[in-house]
């Protein structure tokens, strides 16, 4: 069982930065691949970026390659998600999300634990 707490969304001026981060729960944290998935209302989540348990291997949506990075930290269970030259259009809800199967999945039906979300907002 995995528990993931989001934090580090909202407000920004477009071109600005935030960090995401996201605290796990449990002792087996670094077995897992980590994901991070974005959500519009009346939209389908959308993947972001994803990582893998090691932190060797990573994932991107075409719209975040190039301004966000993910990374881990599995000494502290934390996932953190970087992003940087933001734009309006990133407005929306983020969620943190394990898989258990270990390979970086861009695919939300491979993640079995998710967070609450954290709200990020661009202003232009």
């Known amino acids: 069982q995995v528990q993931l707490v989001e934090s580090g969304g909202g407000l920004v001026q477009a071109g600005g930065s935030l960090r995401l981060s996201c605290a796990a729960s449990g002792r087996t944290f670094s077995r897992y691949a980590m994901g991070w998935f974005r959500q519009a209302p009346r939209k389908e989540r959308e993947f972001v970026a994803a990582?893998?348990?090691?932190?060797?291997?990573?994932s991107y949506a075409d719209s975040a390659k190039g301004r966000f990075t993910i990374s881990r930290d599995n000494a502290k269970n934390m996932v953190y998600l970087q992003m940087n030259s933001l734009k309006p259009e990133d407005t929306t809800v983020y969620f943190c999300a394990a898989d258990s199967g270990r390979v970086v999945s861009t695919h939300d039906f491979h993640y079995e634990y998710w967070g609450q979300g954290t709200q990020v907002t661009v202003s232009s």
């Open positions: 990582i893998s348990w090691s932190g060797g291997s990573t």
